[in-house]
C-alpha cells in the first residue's frame, strides 16, 4: 500500500487554517428580528423565528396544537420581546440554553412541591444529582430534550450532546423527557444516579431525512427526488452474512438476486430501475461516508468456472447506521458518468460526544440447507436402448430392479483400477447383475448443511470534543458443498470524530477487511460440480474416485488417475466430465483478498451558515485468485489433461478528493437559500498480473510456474488508469417553508472521453417539491396530515471503457519464434463520449391519519442515448469494429411505497409496509446490429438487447409456426423446429414488490418480509441436459399404452405395451415420448429451446424473525447491562414458484444484465439462525 495512513491524514489535517468566533446563549437573546404574522400557527410562526434567529425551540407536541393562532409584528426587535409577546399570553414560559429554547407550560408552584424552583446546579441538602444521556434509536445524542421531574418546575435541557444534570429529592419521583418529533418518556428515578434514554421518533411529527449524493443529510420533505432508506435494524434482521442480499426486497424499483445459488461469498446483481447500459459494468455507484469505492465483480484473467465476490459485501454490515438508495438521476447526477445505474450511499456508524463507552456484541450461528434441487430418476441405469453400457454417458439403459441381483460378473484377466479411499478394485463387467442403487450416497457425499458463525464486537461513545466506534467482526461461512466451499471476512474500524476547536471538526473513517476463500467449478464447464452429478447415472458408486490404473495383472500401476462413470476403470486420461468428488476435493479455487477503505473529513465553519469541506478518501485493495487442476482432470479442449495452473493478482486503487464550499442563509421568514459549490478529483487504477501453465513437469509438483516449459505458459499483465475531474453546484430555495426548489449542474472531463469529443460533458439536473397542505385550506383537514407534490429532472451517464480512443496493439505470434505484436482489429475512436442518461419523474408524498398510513408513488421514463457498441465496419477500413456511440434505450415504470403504523402504543406495536415496482425497458436502437449479447451461452441460447424489445430477450431455436402462428407438425404428430435464432422469451418481470410487517409486545417482536417476482421467463437449461441424458425423474417413469402410439422415430408402439417414457398430446394428438424424442427433439441439446422457456414468478418468505429483549430497569440494576437480545431468524423458508429444480433467483451469468437461465448452477438454500446481542 502506497499510501499510509498517517499521510492520508496528514494530507487532510494541513487542508486549512481558520479563526475561532463564538456567541453566547445571551447573545441569541439580544439579537434583533423582523417578523410580521396575522392570526397564524404559533407553530408556523415558532418555525420562522427558528430559521431568522438560528436557534432550535423545544417543546411537547400537546403543549401547542395545530389550532393555537396567534398575530405578531416585530421591526429589529429582540429575541426576547419577541417571544415574550408570544408566548406569555399564550400561558407559556421559556428557558434558553446555548442556542436551544425550551418551551414549557407556565403552571404555579405545585403544592405536592412547594419548594421554589432551583436553579440548574443548585441543590437543597436533600437532594442528590442525576446523570444521564438522550439519543434516538439510531444512537444520535438528542440536543435540547427537556428534562422535567413531575410534578415540580424543576428541570433541564440535554446539551449539544444530549447530556443533562438534575438535582432532585432523595425520595422517588419520575423524569418526564419530551422533544419535538419524539414520544414523550416516563422514568422512575428510583435509586438510580445514571441513565441512558432512547427516544422513539413520533411519526406524527414525522420528519424524514436522508443523505444526499455528497453525503449530506436533508429533509426528505423538502426534495422533489426520490430515495429508499433502509435502516440499520432492517438490516440486522435479515439473517443474511452478506450486505447486499440484506437489502432485498426492501426498496420499490431496486432489484437484488444472488449471482448464483449458495456459493459462500458470492456476489449479488443489483439493479435500480431497469438496465441503463448495454456495455459495462451494470451495477450503481456506492458512497460510503462521502466517498466512492470499488464495487466491481472482475472475472479475472485465467481464473475459470468460479463465482466471483461482490466487494460491496467486504464491509461489515454491523457497521452500517443506514443506506440510502438513490433512484432518479436527479439525486445521483452530481457524479455524473458515474451515476447511470444509480447511487447507493452507506454511512457507517459513529460514537456520541459526552457519552461513556458503550460496548455491543453480537453473536449468530446460522444452518443453510438446499431450498430446491432437481430430482433425479433411480429405476434405471447406465447405458443405451435398455442395454447397460458402462462406457455410455446416458441412463437410458436396463431397469435396475429387473437385473439378476448379486454381484456383476466381471473380467478379472486384465486391466483394473484401485481405490485410494476404500482399496476395492474394480475390473472390467461382463455383465451387470447389480440392483444397487446409490443416489443416495452420491448425494451425502457431496452435499450437507451448510453453516456461518457470526461475532463482531464494537465500542463507542466520547468525551467534550471527541468521540470513537471501534468494531471488530469475523464472519466463517461453509456452502453446502462439503469440501472446499468455505468464505471467511475478517474486518476492523474505527470512526473518530473530534472538535479541533469552535470552528474545525475532523472525521475519519477507516475500515480493513481480510477475506479469504475457497470456491468450488460451478455450472457448464467440464469441471463442473453439478454438470458430472446431474449427468451421472444411478448405480455408478462415486465413492472410489481417485487410484491407480493397471493396465494388466502385473503391470505398472499408473498413479492418480481419475474414476468417473464415463471413465470406471480409469484407463483413459480424460474422463469427459469430473467425478464430482474429484471437482469437490482435488481441483483448488482458492482466494485472498486485503483491502482497506479510509477518508477523513476536515470541515471549516469560518462564518455563520458557511462550512468549507475538505474530503479525502481512498479504496486499496489486493485480490489474489488461483486455480488448480491436477494431472487426469476433465478439460473443455480435451488438451490440458496433464494439469493446468492459473493465477491472478487484482490490484485497485482509487484516491478521491472533494473540496466542497455550503452556505445557507435565510433572508426573510419566508425565504431562505442555501448553495453548495465544489471540486472532485478522482483517480482509479486497475492491474492484473498473472498467468497460465498447463502440462506439469512434475504431476504432483509445487503450485508456481517453474513446473512447466515455457512453451505452455501464458503469462498476462493489464494495467488500467482513469482519471476524472468535476466541478458541481447546488442551489436549494425555499419559499414560504412548503415550496422547494433544488437545482444542480455538474461539468467533468475523464481521460476515458475521446479528444476529438466535448472534452467536457454537462450533467444538470432540477427537483421541486410542494408541501400543498401548508395551504390554510388544509388546516382543518385532520384526515390528510401531510401533502407533497414532486417533479424532478435529470441527467448522469456512463464512461467508455478506457483506451477505446486509440487502436491498439495485441500481442501476435512469429513464425520463427520471435515475440511480434499485430495491430487489433478494433478501430480506436477518438471522438468517444459518456453515454447520457436523461430521466424525468414525478409523484406525490402523502400521510393520512396523524401520518399513520404513509404512501409514495412515481412515475419515471429514462431515455440512454449514446450507448457504447461494437459495431461492425466494412472490410475496407482494414478493421471488423468500432467502438461508437450508436444506440439508444429506454425505460419507464412506477414505484409504489406504503407504510402503515396500525398501532403504537407502550407495549404493543403492529406496522406493516409494502413497495411494488413496475419497469418497462425498451430497447430502441442499436445503429444496424441485429442483437448484443449481454448473457446466455454462446451456440446454445444466448440473451440479448434486441432492437423493438426490452433489455435480456432469450434467443434460440424456436417451433416452426405457420402464418397463423400455430405450430407445424410432423406426420408423427411432433412439433417441428426452426433453427434459426428468434426470440424465445423475456425474463423482464410484469411488477415486483415486498411484503413486511413488524409487530411488537412488550419484551417480543416478530418481523417478516415477503418478497415476490411476477410475470417473466426462465429457461430451465439444467432440466433440458438431463432428458437428453435419461437422468432426470421425469424420463424415469414407464406407462402401459392403451392403444397404439408412434414415437419420435414413426415406430408404432402396439397397445398393452409397457415401455419407458411418457403419453402426451403435444398439439396434433398423442404420442409416445421415450428415448428416442428425449434424445434428440425432446432433450436440451435440440434446436427447440423454446420448449424449456418457462413461467418465472415466483413468491417467497424472504425474513421471518423472533425476538425477546431483555431490558427492563430491574434488569439493568441486576446485570448492569443495557440489553440482551435473542432473535431467531428465517431465511427463504418458502418459495412459491413453477421453476423446477432452481431456486430462479439465482443466476448462470452471475452479475449481468443476462437474467433468468439455468444451467447446472449451484442450488439455493434457505437459512436458520440463532443470534445474541448483548448491549453495555
Same mark, same amino acid.
Given at each position: 500500500?502506497?499510501?499510509?495512513?498517517?499521510?492520508?491524514?496528514?494530507?487532510?489535517?494541513?487542508?486549512?487554517?481558520?479563526?475561532?468566533?463564538?456567541?453566547?446563549?445571551?447573545?441569541?437573546?439580544?439579537?434583533?428580528?423582523?417578523?410580521?404574522?396575522?392570526?397564524?400557527?404559533?407553530?408556523?410562526?415558532?418555525?420562522?423565528?427558528?430559521?431568522?434567529?438560528?436557534?432550535?425551540?423545544?417543546?411537547?407536541?400537546?403543549?401547542?396544537?395545530?389550532?393555537?393562532?396567534?398575530? =405578531?409584528?416585530?421591526?429589529?426587535?429582540?429575541?426576547?420581546?419577541?417571544?415574550?409577546?408570544?408566548?406569555?399570553?399564550?400561558?407559556?414560559?421559556?428557558?434558553?440554553?446555548?442556542?436551544?429554547?425550551?418551551?414549557?407550560?407556565?403552571?404555579?408552584?405545585?403544592?405536592?412541591?412547594?419548594?421554589?424552583?432551583?436553579?440548574?446546579?443548585?441543590?437543597?441538602?436533600?437532594?442528590?444529582?442525576?446523570?444521564?444521556?438522550?439519543?434516538?434509536?439510531?444512537?444520535?445524542?438528542?440536543?435540547?430534550?427537556?428534562?422535567?421531574?413531575?410534578?415540580?418546575?424543576?428541570?433541564?435541557?440535554?446539551?449539544?450532546?444530549?447530556?443533562?444534570?438534575?438535582?432532585?429529592?432523595?425520595?422517588?419521583?419520575?423524569?418526564?423527557?419530551?422533544?419535538?418529533?419524539?414520544?414523550?418518556?416516563?422514568?422512575? =428515578?428510583?435509586?438510580?444516579?445514571?441513565?441512558?434514554?432512547?427516544?422513539?421518533?413520533?411519526?406524527?411529527?414525522?420528519?424524514? =431525512?436522508?443523505?444526499?449524493?455528497?453525503?449530506?443529510?436533508?429533509?426528505?420533505?423538502?426534495?422533489?427526488?426520490?430515495?429508499?432508506?433502509?435502516?440499520?435494524?432492517?438490516?440486522?434482521?435479515?439473517?443474511?452474512?452478506?450486505?447486499?442480499?440484506?437489502?432485498?426486497?426492501?426498496?420499490?424499483?431496486?432489484?437484488?438476486?444472488?449471482?448464483?445459488?449458495? !456459493?459462500?461469498?458470492?456476489?449479488?446483481?443489483?439493479?435500480?430501475?431497469?438496465?441503463?447500459?448495454?456495455?459495462?459494468?451494470?451495477?450503481?455507484?456506492?458512497?460510503?461516508?462521502?466517498?466512492?469505492?470499488?464495487?466491481?465483480?472482475?472475472?479475472?484473467?485465467?481464473?475459470?468456472?468460479?463465482?466471483?465476490?461482490?466487494?460491496?459485501?467486504?464491509?461489515?454490515?454491523?457497521?452500517?447506521?443506514?443506506?440510502?438508495?438513490?433512484?432518479?438521476?436527479?439525486?445521483?447526477?452530481?457524479?455524473?458518468?458515474?451515476?447511470?445505474?444509480?447511487?447507493?450511499?452507506?454511512?457507517?456508524?459513529?460514537?456520541?460526544?459526552?457519552?461513556?463507552?458503550?460496548?455491543?456484541?453480537?453473536?449468530?450461528?446460522?444452518?443453510?440447507?438446499?431450498?430446491?434441487?432437481?430430482?433425479?430418476?433411480?429405476?434405471?441405469? +447406465?447405458?443405451?436402448?435398455?442395454?447397460?453400457?458402462?462406457?455410455?454417458?446416458?441412463?437410458?439403459? !436396463?431397469?435396475?430392479?429387473?437385473?439378476?441381483?448379486?454381484?456383476?460378473?466381471?473380467?478379472?484377466?486384465?486391466?483394473?483400477?484401485?481405490?485410494?479411499?476404500?482399496?476395492?478394485?474394480?475390473?472390467?463387467?461382463?455383465?451387470?447383475?447389480?440392483?444397487?442403487?446409490?443416489?443416495?450416497?452420491?448425494?451425502?457425499?457431496?452435499?450437507?448443511?451448510?453453516?456461518?458463525?457470526?461475532?463482531?464486537?464494537?465500542?463507542?461513545?466520547?468525551?467534550?470534543?471527541?468521540?470513537?466506534?471501534?468494531?471488530?467482526?469475523?464472519?466463517?461461512?461453509?456452502?453446502?458443498?462439503?469440501?472446499?466451499?468455505?468464505?471467511?471476512?475478517?474486518?476492523?474500524?474505527?470512526?473518530?470524530?473530534?472538535?479541533?476547536?469552535?470552528?474545525?471538526?475532523?472525521?475519519?473513517?477507516?475500515?480493513?477487511?481480510?477475506?479469504?476463500?475457497?470456491?468450488?467449478?460451478?455450472?457448464?464447464?467440464?469441471?463442473?460440480?453439478?454438470?458430472?452429478?446431474?449427468?451421472?447415472?444411478?448405480?455408478?458408486?462415486?465413492?472410489?474416485?481417485?487410484?491407480?490404473?493397471?493396465?494388466?495383472?502385473?503391470?505398472?500401476?499408473?498413479?492418480?488417475?481419475?474414476?468417473?462413470?464415463?471413465?470406471?476403470?480409469?484407463?483413459?486420461?480424460?474422463?469427459?466430465?469430473?467425478?464430482?468428488?474429484?471437482?469437490?476435493?482435488?481441483?483448488?479455487?482458492?482466494?485472498? =483478498?486485503?483491502?482497506?477503505?479510509?477518508?477523513?473529513?476536515?470541515?471549516?465553519?469560518?462564518?455563520?451558515?458557511?462550512?468549507?469541506?475538505?474530503?479525502?478518501?481512498?479504496?486499496?485493495?489486493?485480490?489474489?485468485?488461483?486455480?488448480?487442476?491436477?494431472?487426469?482432470?476433465?478439460?473443455?479442449?480435451?488438451?490440458?489433461?496433464?494439469?493446468?495452473?492459473?493465477?491472478?493478482?487484482?490490484?485497485?486503487?482509487?484516491?478521491?478528493?472533494?473540496?466542497?464550499?455550503?452556505?445557507?442563509?435565510?433572508?426573510?421568514?419566508?425565504?431562505?437559500?442555501?448553495?453548495?459549490?465544489?471540486?472532485?478529483?478522482?483517480?482509479?487504477?486497475?492491474?492484473?498480473?498473472?498467468?497460465?501453465?498447463?502440462?506439469?513437469?512434475?504431476?504432483?509438483?509445487?503450485?508456481?510456474?517453474?513446473?512447466?516449459?515455457?512453451?505452455?505458459?501464458?503469462?498476462?499483465?493489464?494495467?488500467?488508469?482513469?482519471?476524472?475531474?468535476?466541478?458541481?453546484?447546488?442551489?436549494?430555495?425555499?419559499?414560504? !417553508?412548503?415550496?422547494?426548489?433544488?437545482?444542480?449542474?455538474?461539468?467533468?472531463?475523464?481521460?476515458?472521453?475521446?479528444?476529438?469529443?466535448?472534452?467536457?460533458?454537462?450533467?444538470?439536473?432540477?427537483?421541486?417539491?410542494? +408541501?400543498?397542505?401548508?395551504?390554510?385550506?388544509?388546516?382543518?383537514?385532520?384526515?390528510?396530515?401531510?401533502?407533497?407534490?414532486?417533479?424532478?429532472?435529470?441527467?448522469?451517464?456512463?464512461?467508455?471503457?478506457?483506451?477505446?480512443?486509440?487502436?491498439?496493439?495485441?500481442?501476435?505470434?512469429?513464425?520463427?519464434?520471435?515475440?511480434?505484436?499485430?495491430?487489433?482489429?478494433?478501430?480506436?475512436?477518438?471522438?468517444?463520449?459518456?453515454?447520457?442518461?436523461?430521466?424525468?419523474?414525478?409523484?406525490?408524498?402523502?400521510?393520512?391519519?396523524?401520518?399513520?398510513?404513509?404512501?409514495?408513488?412515481?412515475?419515471?421514463?429514462?431515455?440512454?442515448?449514446?450507448?457504447?457498441?461494437?459495431?461492425?465496419?466494412?472490410?475496407?477500413?482494414?478493421?471488423?469494429?468500432?467502438?461508437?456511440?450508436?444506440?439508444?434505450?429506454?425505460?419507464?415504470?412506477?414505484?409504489?411505497?406504503?407504510?402503515?403504523?396500525?398501532?403504537?402504543?407502550?407495549?404493543?406495536?403492529?406496522?406493516?409496509?409494502?413497495?411494488?415496482?413496475?419497469?418497462?425497458?425498451?430497447?430502441?436502437?442499436?445503429?444496424?446490429?441485429?442483437?448484443?449479447?449481454?448473457?446466455?451461452?454462446?451456440?446454445?441460447?444466448?440473451?440479448?438487447?434486441?432492437?423493438?424489445?426490452?433489455?435480456?430477450?432469450?434467443?434460440?431455436?424456436?417451433?416452426?409456426?405457420?402464418?397463423?402462428?400455430?405450430?407445424?407438425?410432423?406426420?408423427?404428430?411432433?412439433?417441428?423446429?426452426?433453427?434459426?435464432?428468434?426470440?424465445?422469451?423475456?425474463?423482464?418481470?410484469?411488477?415486483?414488490?415486498?411484503?413486511?410487517?413488524?409487530?411488537?409486545?412488550?419484551?417480543?417482536?416478530?418481523?417478516?418480509?415477503?418478497?415476490?417476482?411476477?410475470?417473466?421467463?426462465?429457461?430451465?437449461?439444467?432440466?433440458?441436459?438431463?432428458?437428453?441424458?435419461?437422468?432426470?425423474?421425469?424420463?424415469?417413469?414407464?406407462?402401459?399404452?392403451?392403444?397404439?402410439?408412434?414415437?419420435?422415430?414413426?415406430?408404432?408402439?402396439?397397445?398393452?405395451?409397457?415401455?419407458?417414457?411418457?403419453?402426451?398430446?403435444?398439439?396434433?394428438?398423442?404420442?409416445?415420448?421415450?428415448?428416442?424424442?428425449?434424445?434428440?427433439?425432446?432433450?436440451?441439446?435440440?434446436?427447440?429451446?423454446?420448449?424449456?422457456?418457462?413461467?418465472?414468478?415466483?413468491?417467497?418468505?424472504?425474513?421471518?424473525?423472533?425476538?425477546?429483549?431483555?431490558?427492563?430497569?430491574?434488569?439493568?440494576?441486576?446485570?448492569?447491562?443495557?440489553?440482551?437480545?435473542?432473535?431467531?431468524?428465517?431465511?427463504?423458508?418458502?418459495?412459491?414458484?413453477?421453476?423446477?429444480?432452481?431456486?430462479?433467483?439465482?443466476?448462470?451469468?452471475?452479475?449481468?444484465?443476462?437474467?433468468?437461465?439455468?444451467?447446472?448452477?449451484?442450488?439455493?438454500?434457505?437459512?436458520?439462525?440463532?443470534?445474541?446481542?448483548?448491549?453495555?
Amino acid at each position: 500500500m502506497r499510501i499510509t495512513i498517517h499521510q492520508f491524514l496528514l494530507t487532510v489535517l494541513f487542508a486549512g487554517v481558520t479563526l475561532a468566533r463564538t456567541a453566547g446563549a445571551q447573545d441569541a437573546l439580544n439579537q434583533k428580528i423582523s417578523i410580521q404574522a396575522e392570526n397564524e400557527g404559533l407553530r408556523t410562526v415558532l418555525n420562522q423565528i427558528q430559521k431568522l434567529a438560528d436557534v432550535h425551540f423545544t417543546y411537547n407536541s400537546a403543549l401547542i396544537t395545530a389550532q393555537q393562532k396567534v398575530s =405578531v409584528t416585530a421591526h429589529q426587535q429582540p429575541l426576547a420581546g419577541v417571544l415574550d409577546e408570544l408566548l406569555i399570553k399564550s400561558g407559556i414560559r421559556y428557558r434558553l440554553q446555548g442556542r436551544q429554547i425550551i418551551l414549557q407550560k407556565a403552571l404555579p408552584p405545585s403544592k405536592s412541591d412547594p419548594q421554589p424552583e432551583l436553579p440548574n446546579g443548585a441543590s437543597s441538602q436533600a437532594d442528590r444529582k442525576i446523570r444521564g444521556v438522550v439519543k434516538d434509536a439510531a444512537g444520535e445524542a438528542l440536543p435540547g430534550v427537556s428534562v422535567m421531574l413531575k410534578g415540580s418546575q424543576r428541570g433541564t435541557l440535554t446539551n449539544v450532546d444530549g447530556a443533562f444534570e438534575l438535582d432532585v429529592p432523595e425520595e422517588n419521583g419520575t423524569l418526564i423527557l419530551s422533544y419535538v418529533g419524539y414520544m414523550t418518556k416516563e422514568i422512575a =428515578v428510583g435509586g438510580q444516579t445514571s441513565f441512558d434514554v432512547v427516544l422513539e421518533a413520533d411519526v406524527k411529527m414525522l420528519d424524514a =431525512v436522508v443523505v444526499t449524493a455528497l453525503g449530506f443529510k436533508e429533509s426528505a420533505d423538502k426534495l422533489g427526488s426520490t430515495s429508499s432508506k433502509i435502516t440499520d435494524k432492517s438490516i440486522a434482521a435479515s439473517g443474511e452474512t452478506s450486505l447486499l442480499n440484506k437489502m432485498a426486497g426492501k426498496a420499490s424499483g431496486v432489484f437484488i438476486g444472488r449471482s448464483s445459488g449458495s !456459493d459462500p461469498g458470492g456476489g449479488s446483481f443489483v439493479q435500480i430501475r431497469g438496465a441503463s447500459t448495454l456495455s459495462g459494468s451494470s451495477q450503481p455507484l456506492y458512497i460510503v461516508d462521502g466517498v466512492p469505492i470499488n464495487s466491481s465483480v472482475h472475472g479475472g484473467t485465467n481464473i475459470r468456472g468460479v463465482v466471483q465476490q461482490s466487494r460491496v459485501n467486504d464491509i461489515n454490515p454491523d457497521d452500517i447506521a443506514s443506506i440510502q438508495v438513490l433512484k432518479g438521476a436527479s439525486a445521483a447526477a452530481l457524479w455524473g458518468s458515474r451515476a447511470a445505474n444509480g447511487v447507493i450511499v452507506i454511512t457507517t456508524k459513529s460514537g456520541s460526544f459526552n457519552d461513556r463507552m458503550r460496548i455491543s456484541f453480537k453473536s449468530s450461528y446460522s444452518m443453510d440447507e438446499i431450498n430446491r434441487f432437481h430430482q433425479r430418476q433411480t429405476a434405471f441405469g +447406465q447405458g443405451d436402448q435398455g442395454k447397460f453400457n458402462p462406457a455410455s454417458g446416458n441412463a437410458w439403459g !436396463d431397469k435396475i430392479a429387473a437385473r439378476a441381483g448379486g454381484a456383476d460378473e466381471v473380467n478379472m484377466s486384465g486391466e483394473f483400477f484401485e481405490g485410494y479411499q476404500t482399496g476395492t478394485r474394480y475390473y472390467p463387467i461382463t455383465k451387470k447383475n447389480s440392483r444397487d442403487v446409490f443416489a443416495d450416497n452420491q448425494y451425502d457425499a457431496i452435499f450437507r448443511n451448510g453453516y456461518s458463525m457470526d461475532n463482531s464486537l464494537s465500542l463507542s461513545g466520547g468525551g467534550a470534543s471527541s468521540n470513537y466506534m471501534f468494531s471488530l467482526s469475523d464472519v466463517y461461512q461453509k456452502g453446502v458443498f462439503r469440501h472446499n466451499s468455505d468464505y471467511r471476512r475478517s474486518t476492523i474500524r474505527l470512526n473518530i470524530e473530534s472538535k479541533l476547536n469552535d470552528i474545525i471538526k475532523l472525521s475519519t473513517h477507516a475500515s480493513y477487511a481480510m477475506i479469504r476463500s475457497e470456491r468450488v467449478q460451478r455450472s457448464n464447464n467440464t469441471a463442473g460440480m453439478l454438470l458430472g452429478y446431474y449427468r451421472m447415472t444411478p448405480d455408478f458408486d462415486i465413492t472410489d474416485y481417485k487410484g491407480n490404473y493397471y493396465a494388466g495383472p502385473n503391470a505398472a500401476p499408473v498413479v492418480n488417475r481419475q474414476r468417473s462413470y464415463r471413465n470406471y476403470l480409469g484407463n483413459s486420461s480424460n474422463p469427459v466430465y469430473n467425478n464430482p468428488l474429484w471437482t469437490m476435493i482435488e481441483q483448488k479455487n482458492p482466494n485472498s =483478498v486485503n483491502r482497506f477503505i479510509g477518508s477523513a473529513e476536515l470541515t471549516i465553519t469560518p462564518l455563520k451558515g458557511f462550512d468549507i469541506i475538505n474530503r479525502v478518501g481512498i479504496d486499496n485493495s489486493s485480490d489474489v485468485r488461483q486455480t488448480y487442476f491436477p494431472v487426469n482432470s476433465a478439460q473443455a479442449d480435451a488438451v490440458n489433461l496433464n494439469g493446468r495452473y492459473g493465477e491472478v493478482n487484482i490490484l485497485e486503487n482509487q484516491l478521491n478528493y472533494d473540496l466542497i464550499g455550503r452556505y445557507s442563509h435565510n433572508f426573510n421568514p419566508n425565504f431562505s437559500a442555501n448553495l453548495i459549490a465544489g471540486f472532485n478529483l478522482n483517480d482509479r487504477k486497475y492491474s492484473d498480473l498473472g498467468g497460465e501453465m498447463s502440462d506439469f513437469l512434475i504431476a504432483d509438483g509445487p503450485w508456481n510456474f517453474s513446473n512447466a516449459l515455457t512453451l505452455n505458459k501464458n503469462p498476462n499483465n493489464g494495467k488500467t488508469y482513469i482519471r476524472s475531474a468535476r466541478a458541481y453546484s447546488v442551489l436549494g430555495l425555499s419559499f414560504y !417553508d412548503a415550496l422547494f426548489l433544488n437545482l444542480s449542474f455538474a461539468g467533468e472531463a475523464a481521460s476515458t472521453f475521446g479528444e476529438a469529443s466535448d472534452n467536457t460533458f454537462f450533467y444538470p439536473s432540477g427537483d421541486v417539491a410542494w +408541501q400543498f397542505t401548508k395551504l390554510k385550506f388544509f388546516e382543518r383537514a385532520n384526515w390528510l396530515s401531510f401533502g407533497k407534490l414532486r417533479a424532478s429532472y435529470g441527467v448522469v451517464g456512463s464512461q467508455p471503457a478506457p483506451y477505446r480512443t486509440r487502436t491498439l496493439f495485441v500481442p501476435g505470434n512469429s513464425l520463427y519464434g520471435n515475440g511480434s505484436y499485430l495491430q487489433s482489429a478494433n478501430f480506436g475512436n477518438d471522438q468517444l463520449r459518456p453515454e447520457r442518461k436523461t430521466e424525468y419523474e414525478v409523484g406525490a408524498d402523502l400521510r393520512f391519519l396523524g401520518n399513520r398510513l404513509r404512501t409514495e408513488i412515481t412515475y419515471y421514463k429514462n431515455r440512454t442515448k449514446d450507448l457504447l457498441l461494437s459495431v461492425p465496419v466494412p472490410n475496407s477500413t482494414g478493421f471488423s469494429s468500432a467502438y461508437q456511440n450508436a444506440g439508444t434505450m429506454q425505460n419507464k415504470g412506477i414505484d409504489f411505497d406504503l407504510n402503515y403504523d396500525i398501532f403504537k402504543r407502550k407495549d404493543l406495536t403492529l406496522s406493516l409496509n409494502f413497495n411494488l415496482n413496475r419497469n418497462r425497458s425498451l430497447v430502441t436502437d442499436l445503429a444496424g446490429a441485429t442483437a448484443v449479447q449481454v448473457g446466455g451461452i454462446s451456440g446454445y441460447m444466448t440473451i440479448n438487447a434486441l432492437e423493438g424489445q426490452p433489455v435480456g430477450v432469450f434467443m434460440g431455436g424456436h417451433y416452426a409456426r405457420d402464418d397463423q402462428g400455430n405450430k407445424i407438425f410432423d406426420a408423427n404428430g411432433f412439433p417441428t423446429v426452426n433453427a434459426a435464432n428468434a426470440k424465445i422469451g423475456d425474463p423482464n418481470p410484469n411488477w415486483r414488490g415486498g411484503f413486511g410487517a413488524n409487530l411488537s409486545y412488550k419484551s417480543f417482536s416478530l418481523g417478516l418480509l415477503f418478497e415476490t417476482f411476477q410475470g417473466g421467463d426462465f429457461f430451465e437449461g439444467t432440466r433440458g441436459v438431463m432428458y437428453s441424458h435419461g437422468t432426470h425423474e421425469d424420463v424415469g417413469k414407464e406407462v402401459t399404452l392403451t392403444r397404439d402410439l408412434k414415437n419420435f422415430r414413426g415406430n408404432v408402439i402396439p397397445a398393452g405395451t409397457t415401455v419407458r417414457g411418457n403419453i402426451a398430446d403435444l398439439g396434433a394428438g398423442e404420442v409416445l415420448l421415450d428415448e428416442s424424442y428425449y434424445t434428440t427433439l425432446g432433450g436440451g441439446f435440440s434446436g427447440l429451446k423454446e420448449q424449456f422457456v418457462v413461467d418465472g414468478s415466483w413468491t417467497r418468505l424472504r425474513e421471518l424473525s423472533l425476538g425477546y429483549t431483555l431490558q427492563s430497569e430491574a434488569f439493568r440494576k441486576a446485570s448492569k447491562l443495557q440489553s440482551i437480545e435473542f432473535r431467531l431468524s428465517g431465511r427463504n423458508l418458502f418459495l412459491w414458484t413453477g421453476v423446477r429444480g432452481v431456486d430462479p433467483d439465482s443466476n448462470h451469468t452471475q452479475v449481468s444484465l443476462g437474467r433468468g437461465l439455468d444451467y447446472f448452477d449451484n442450488p439455493g438454500t434457505r437459512s436458520y439462525l440463532f443470534s445474541l446481542l448483548i448491549n453495555y
